[in-house]
């Protein structure tokens, strides 16, 4: 298999992650003691543009998850990779889930 079988979960996982620079990134490298809360109050300054572009790009993701998915069942073919975007696909949406919870409730009280 060729790395751009596995476009579609790489596009949840960096949107995600992309997403997680504002708020989820900075609190886990406070947790950790790697950093400190001035970090954290620069990042914030940015949320506005990185979560609504990390729910687009989990959106994007599984629309083309599922394009993918029925051009092979017309055409009566195996999805490549299907099995492992999907856990990608499913994996971001996790994540963006956890970046939603940490971005709403715990650092916006």
Request: overall charge positive.
């Amino acid at each position: 298999m060729k790395p751009s079988d596995y476009k579609t979960g790489m596009i949840g996982l960096g949107a995600v992650f992309g997403a997680s620079l504002c708020c989820a990134l900075p609190l886990a490298l406070i947790l950790l003691g790697l950093s400190s809360g001035g970090f954290m109050m620069y990042t914030m300054q940015f949320r506005w543009v990185l979560y609504p572009l990390g729910l687009l790009g989990v959106g994007t993701a599984w629309w083309l998850f599922w394009r993918e998915k029925q051009r092979c069942d017309a055409l009566v073919c195996k999805m490549t990779g299907g099995r492992v975007n999907l856990m990608l696909v499913v994996s971001a949406t996790a994540l963006m889930g956890g970046v939603t919870y940490v971005d709403f409730f715990l650092v916006s009280m």
